[in-house]
Protein backbone atom coordinates (compact mmCIF):
# COMPACT_ATOMS: atom_id res chain seq x y z
CA UNK A 1 0.00 0.00 0.00
CA UNK A 2 1.32 3.79 -0.80
CA UNK A 3 2.37 5.98 2.58
CA UNK A 4 -0.53 7.95 2.39
CA UNK A 5 -3.38 5.30 2.06
CA UNK A 6 -1.20 3.05 4.79
CA UNK A 7 -0.43 6.72 7.26
CA UNK A 8 -4.48 7.69 6.80
CA UNK A 9 -5.37 3.79 7.51
CA UNK A 10 -3.78 4.14 10.51
CA UNK A 11 -5.45 6.98 11.70
CA UNK A 12 -8.39 5.91 10.90
CA UNK A 13 -8.23 2.36 12.89
CA UNK A 14 -7.07 5.07 15.66
CA UNK A 15 -9.52 7.47 15.41
CA UNK A 16 -12.48 4.54 15.61
CA UNK A 17 -9.92 3.33 18.43
CA UNK A 18 -10.78 6.05 20.62
CA UNK A 19 -14.62 6.85 20.13
CA UNK A 20 -15.03 3.28 20.93
CA UNK A 21 -12.64 2.95 24.35
CA UNK A 22 -13.33 6.62 25.77
CA UNK A 23 -16.36 6.68 27.70
CA UNK A 24 -19.34 8.39 25.44
CA UNK A 25 -19.95 12.22 26.13
CA UNK A 26 -22.98 11.64 27.88
CA UNK A 27 -21.40 9.56 30.60
CA UNK A 28 -22.00 11.21 33.92
CA UNK A 29 -20.54 13.33 34.84
CA UNK A 30 -21.19 14.60 31.48
CA UNK A 31 -18.94 18.03 31.28
CA UNK A 32 -16.01 15.89 32.52
CA UNK A 33 -16.63 13.09 29.67
CA UNK A 34 -17.12 15.67 27.42
CA UNK A 35 -14.04 17.65 28.04
CA UNK A 36 -11.90 14.37 27.79
CA UNK A 37 -13.31 13.94 24.10
CA UNK A 38 -12.82 17.30 23.35
CA UNK A 39 -9.38 17.42 23.74
CA UNK A 40 -8.63 14.01 22.62
CA UNK A 41 -10.88 14.26 19.58
CA UNK A 42 -9.77 17.30 18.27
CA UNK A 43 -7.36 16.34 15.85
CA UNK A 44 -4.09 16.27 16.27
CA UNK A 45 -1.28 13.95 13.91
CA UNK A 46 -2.38 10.93 16.34
CA UNK A 47 2.23 10.12 15.37
CA UNK A 48 2.40 8.11 18.98
CA UNK A 49 -0.49 5.83 18.23
CA UNK A 50 0.14 5.64 14.62
CA UNK A 51 4.03 4.30 15.76
CA UNK A 52 2.68 2.06 18.60
CA UNK A 53 0.22 0.27 15.41
CA UNK A 54 3.18 0.29 12.80
CA UNK A 55 5.94 -1.02 15.21
CA UNK A 56 3.03 -4.04 16.35
CA UNK A 57 2.84 -4.86 12.82
CA UNK A 58 6.63 -5.19 11.73
CA UNK A 59 6.75 -8.38 14.00
CA UNK A 60 3.34 -9.79 13.12
CA UNK A 61 0.64 -8.28 15.87
CA UNK A 62 0.48 -11.13 18.41
CA UNK A 63 -1.98 -9.61 20.24
CA UNK A 64 -4.49 -5.83 19.40
CA UNK A 65 -2.27 -3.12 19.85
CA UNK A 66 -5.11 -0.50 19.24
CA UNK A 67 -5.81 -0.48 23.40
CA UNK A 68 -2.41 0.45 23.56
CA UNK A 69 -2.49 3.25 20.80
CA UNK A 70 -5.66 4.15 22.54
CA UNK A 71 -3.78 4.90 25.87
CA UNK A 72 -0.77 6.43 24.63
CA UNK A 73 -2.91 9.00 22.88
CA UNK A 74 -4.83 9.99 26.43
CA UNK A 75 -1.20 10.32 28.64
CA UNK A 76 -0.12 12.13 25.22
CA UNK A 77 -3.38 14.07 24.97
CA UNK A 78 -3.37 14.78 28.64
CA UNK A 79 0.05 16.73 28.77
CA UNK A 80 -0.88 18.67 26.24
CA UNK A 81 -4.48 19.59 28.24
CA UNK A 82 -2.03 20.14 31.53
CA UNK A 83 0.66 21.99 29.65
CA UNK A 84 -1.90 24.56 28.27
CA UNK A 85 -3.18 25.43 31.70
CA UNK A 86 -2.63 29.27 32.83
CA UNK A 87 -0.08 27.68 35.66
CA UNK A 88 2.06 26.17 32.60
CA UNK A 89 2.38 27.85 29.40
CA UNK A 90 -1.31 29.30 29.85
CA UNK A 91 -1.89 28.90 25.72
CA UNK A 92 -5.04 29.85 24.12
CA UNK A 93 -5.41 27.53 20.95
CA UNK A 94 -4.49 23.50 20.66
CA UNK A 95 -5.29 21.43 17.64
CA UNK A 96 -7.01 24.51 15.91
CA UNK A 97 -9.06 24.96 18.56
CA UNK A 98 -9.73 26.90 21.74
CA UNK A 99 -7.39 24.84 24.57
CA UNK A 100 -9.73 22.99 27.29
CA UNK A 101 -9.59 25.45 29.83
CA UNK A 102 -10.56 28.22 27.21
CA UNK A 103 -13.50 26.02 26.04
CA UNK A 104 -14.46 24.83 29.67
CA UNK A 105 -12.88 26.38 32.55
CA UNK A 106 -9.46 25.46 34.65
CA UNK A 107 -10.91 23.21 37.05
CA UNK A 108 -12.74 20.80 34.40
CA UNK A 109 -9.64 21.13 32.13
CA UNK A 110 -7.44 20.22 34.91
CA UNK A 111 -9.88 17.23 35.67
CA UNK A 112 -10.04 15.81 32.25
CA UNK A 113 -6.27 15.80 31.96
CA UNK A 114 -6.48 13.73 35.18
CA UNK A 115 -9.25 11.20 34.21
CA UNK A 116 -7.08 10.88 30.69
CA UNK A 117 -3.90 9.91 32.12
CA UNK A 118 -5.76 7.72 34.90
CA UNK A 119 -7.63 5.96 32.22
CA UNK A 120 -4.84 5.07 30.11
CA UNK A 121 -3.99 2.69 32.70
CA UNK A 122 -7.42 1.36 33.08
CA UNK A 123 -6.72 0.73 29.30
CA UNK A 124 -3.75 -1.32 29.76
CA UNK A 125 -5.13 -3.23 32.97
CA UNK A 126 -8.96 -4.29 31.12
CA UNK A 127 -7.54 -5.10 27.80
CA UNK A 128 -4.53 -6.78 28.58
CA UNK A 129 -5.86 -8.62 31.28
CA UNK A 130 -5.89 -12.28 29.39
CA UNK A 131 -1.86 -11.66 29.04
CA UNK A 132 -0.74 -10.46 32.08
CA UNK A 133 2.91 -10.59 31.17
CA UNK A 134 2.35 -7.93 27.98
CA UNK A 135 -0.25 -6.39 30.39
CA UNK A 136 2.83 -5.96 33.11
CA UNK A 137 5.31 -4.69 30.20
CA UNK A 138 2.86 -2.17 28.49
CA UNK A 139 2.13 -0.72 31.92
CA UNK A 140 6.07 -0.35 32.86
CA UNK A 141 7.31 1.23 29.46
CA UNK A 142 4.12 3.65 29.42
CA UNK A 143 4.26 4.76 33.10
CA UNK A 144 7.83 5.06 33.06
CA UNK A 145 7.75 7.43 29.98
CA UNK A 146 5.19 9.51 31.21
CA UNK A 147 6.70 9.42 34.73
CA UNK A 148 8.90 11.95 37.23
CA UNK A 149 12.17 11.27 35.46
CA UNK A 150 10.74 11.20 32.14
CA UNK A 151 7.62 13.58 30.54
CA UNK A 152 6.77 14.87 33.70
CA UNK A 153 11.12 15.39 34.78
CA UNK A 154 11.21 16.90 31.56
CA UNK A 155 8.47 19.34 31.97
CA UNK A 156 9.44 20.43 35.30
CA UNK A 157 13.22 21.17 33.71
CA UNK A 158 11.79 23.08 31.03
CA UNK A 159 9.86 25.35 33.33
CA UNK A 160 13.06 25.75 35.36
CA UNK A 161 14.92 26.08 32.17
CA UNK A 162 12.31 28.97 31.50
CA UNK A 163 13.45 31.21 34.59
CA UNK A 164 17.25 31.32 33.69
CA UNK A 165 19.17 33.46 31.25
CA UNK A 166 20.76 30.85 29.38
CA UNK A 167 19.84 27.24 29.53
CA UNK A 168 22.92 25.07 28.01
CA UNK A 169 22.94 22.37 25.69
CA UNK A 170 22.95 19.10 27.80
CA UNK A 171 20.46 21.09 29.96
CA UNK A 172 18.19 21.07 26.43
CA UNK A 173 18.97 17.66 25.15
CA UNK A 174 17.71 16.08 29.19
CA UNK A 175 14.15 18.79 28.37
CA UNK A 176 13.89 17.37 24.74
CA UNK A 177 15.03 13.86 25.38
CA UNK A 178 12.27 13.31 28.39
CA UNK A 179 9.87 15.95 27.39
CA UNK A 180 9.42 14.79 23.65
CA UNK A 181 11.13 11.38 22.66
CA UNK A 182 10.23 9.28 26.08
CA UNK A 183 6.73 9.42 24.68
CA UNK A 184 7.89 8.47 21.11
CA UNK A 185 10.08 5.70 22.73
CA UNK A 186 7.28 4.45 24.84
CA UNK A 187 4.77 3.95 21.21
CA UNK A 188 7.38 1.81 19.23
CA UNK A 189 8.33 -0.47 22.54
CA UNK A 190 4.73 -0.52 23.49
CA UNK A 191 3.84 -1.51 19.91
CA UNK A 192 6.52 -4.01 19.65
CA UNK A 193 5.43 -5.53 22.88
CA UNK A 194 2.21 -5.89 21.40
CA UNK A 195 3.67 -7.27 18.53
CA UNK A 196 5.83 -9.53 20.04
CA UNK A 197 9.53 -8.63 19.63
CA UNK A 198 12.20 -9.93 21.28
CA UNK A 199 15.05 -7.85 24.21
CA UNK A 200 17.13 -7.17 21.23
CA UNK A 201 14.12 -5.88 18.55
CA UNK A 202 12.79 -3.76 21.74
CA UNK A 203 16.47 -2.10 22.61
CA UNK A 204 16.69 -1.26 18.64
CA UNK A 205 12.78 0.13 18.36
CA UNK A 206 13.64 2.49 21.77
CA UNK A 207 17.05 3.88 20.06
CA UNK A 208 14.98 4.64 16.84
CA UNK A 209 12.64 6.30 19.58
CA UNK A 210 15.13 8.32 20.84
CA UNK A 211 16.50 9.61 17.20
CA UNK A 212 13.20 10.28 16.12
CA UNK A 213 11.97 11.97 19.27
CA UNK A 214 15.06 14.29 19.02
CA UNK A 215 14.73 15.43 15.44
CA UNK A 216 10.60 15.78 15.96
CA UNK A 217 11.42 18.16 18.77
CA UNK A 218 14.13 20.26 16.82
CA UNK A 219 11.29 20.15 13.79
CA UNK A 220 9.10 21.35 16.48
CA UNK A 221 11.62 24.71 17.40
CA UNK A 222 12.63 25.22 14.00
CA UNK A 223 8.32 25.49 13.07
CA UNK A 224 7.91 27.55 16.14
CA UNK A 225 10.49 30.37 15.07
CA UNK A 226 8.88 30.24 10.86
CA UNK A 227 5.95 29.08 10.52
CA UNK A 228 2.47 31.05 11.14
CA UNK A 229 -0.34 30.11 13.77
CA UNK A 230 -2.95 29.26 11.47
CA UNK A 231 -0.65 26.43 10.19
CA UNK A 232 0.72 24.89 13.12
CA UNK A 233 -3.18 24.90 14.89
CA UNK A 234 -1.16 26.30 18.21
CA UNK A 235 0.32 29.72 18.96
CA UNK A 236 3.42 30.24 16.61
CA UNK A 237 6.72 32.49 17.88
CA UNK A 238 6.06 31.53 21.59
CA UNK A 239 9.52 29.96 22.36
CA UNK A 240 11.08 33.30 21.34
CA UNK A 241 8.73 35.81 22.79
CA UNK A 242 9.33 34.22 26.08
CA UNK A 243 13.20 34.25 25.36
CA UNK A 244 13.21 30.46 25.85
CA UNK A 245 16.27 28.41 25.28
CA UNK A 246 15.25 26.27 21.90
CA UNK A 247 18.36 23.94 19.35
CA UNK A 248 17.68 27.56 16.97
CA UNK A 249 17.97 29.65 19.92
CA UNK A 250 21.49 27.87 20.52
CA UNK A 251 22.70 26.75 17.17
CA UNK A 252 20.81 28.83 14.51
CA UNK A 253 18.03 27.99 11.76
CA UNK A 254 20.79 26.02 9.86
CA UNK A 255 22.33 23.88 12.23
CA UNK A 256 19.35 23.13 13.91
CA UNK A 257 17.69 21.66 10.75
CA UNK A 258 21.21 20.01 10.20
CA UNK A 259 21.26 18.40 13.50
CA UNK A 260 17.45 17.24 12.83
CA UNK A 261 18.94 15.69 9.55
CA UNK A 262 21.08 14.00 11.27
CA UNK A 263 18.37 12.28 13.83
CA UNK A 264 16.24 11.52 10.95
CA UNK A 265 18.87 9.27 9.37
CA UNK A 266 19.95 7.73 12.60
CA UNK A 267 16.58 6.75 13.25
CA UNK A 268 16.52 4.88 9.50
CA UNK A 269 19.79 3.50 10.51
CA UNK A 270 18.42 1.61 13.00
CA UNK A 271 14.88 0.61 11.61
CA UNK A 272 16.60 -0.86 8.53
CA UNK A 273 17.99 -3.41 11.34
CA UNK A 274 14.60 -4.29 12.48
CA UNK A 275 12.93 -7.77 11.15
CA UNK A 276 10.08 -7.12 8.87
CA UNK A 277 9.44 -4.61 6.38
CA UNK A 278 10.09 -1.31 7.92
CA UNK A 279 9.43 0.73 4.87
CA UNK A 280 6.13 2.29 6.20
CA UNK A 281 8.15 3.31 9.94
CA UNK A 282 10.81 4.64 7.57
CA UNK A 283 8.27 6.79 5.25
CA UNK A 284 6.85 8.58 8.41
CA UNK A 285 10.41 9.15 9.86
CA UNK A 286 11.10 11.05 6.66
CA UNK A 287 7.96 12.97 6.49
CA UNK A 288 7.81 13.95 9.69
CA UNK A 289 11.50 15.92 9.44
CA UNK A 290 9.40 17.64 6.10
CA UNK A 291 6.45 18.41 8.20
CA UNK A 292 5.02 22.03 7.74
CA UNK A 293 2.93 21.82 11.18
C1 LIG B 1 2.15 18.61 31.64
C2 LIG B 1 3.39 16.51 32.35
C3 LIG B 1 3.17 17.57 31.37
C4 LIG B 1 3.89 17.55 30.24
C5 LIG B 1 3.71 18.48 29.14
C6 LIG B 1 3.35 17.91 25.90
C7 LIG B 1 4.17 18.76 26.77
C8 LIG B 1 4.70 18.19 28.05
C9 LIG B 1 4.39 20.03 26.43
C10 LIG B 1 3.83 20.64 25.19
C11 LIG B 1 4.86 21.46 24.50
C12 LIG B 1 5.88 20.66 23.74
C13 LIG B 1 6.68 21.38 22.74
C14 LIG B 1 6.05 19.39 23.98
C15 LIG B 1 7.01 18.53 23.29
C16 LIG B 1 6.29 17.41 22.66
C17 LIG B 1 5.46 17.89 21.54
C18 LIG B 1 6.12 18.49 20.35
C19 LIG B 1 4.15 17.78 21.64
C20 LIG B 1 3.21 18.08 20.55
O1 LIG B 1 3.04 16.86 19.87
P1 LIG B 1 2.36 16.78 18.45
O2 LIG B 1 2.95 17.82 17.54
O3 LIG B 1 0.87 17.19 18.80
O4 LIG B 1 2.43 15.36 18.01
P2 LIG B 1 -0.49 16.68 18.16
O5 LIG B 1 -1.49 17.74 18.55
O6 LIG B 1 -0.30 16.56 16.68
O7 LIG B 1 -0.78 15.36 18.83
Redesign the pocket.
Known sequence: MEFAAQLSAYVERVERGIDALVPPAGTRPARLHEAMRYSLQA??????PVLVLAAADLFGRRHNALPAAVALECL?TY??V??DLPC??NDDL??GRPTAHRQFDEATALLAGDALLTLAFQLLAHHYAAAPALCAALTREFADAAGSQR??G??MEDLLAEKKADATAAELDFIHLN??AAMITAALAGGGLCGGATEADLGRLRETGRSLGLA??IV?DVLDATADTATLGKTAGKDARAGKTTYVRLHGLDAARRHAEAQTEAALARLAALPGDSAFLAALARRLAARKS
Open positions: GGKRLRHSLHDMDRRLIGQKTFQD
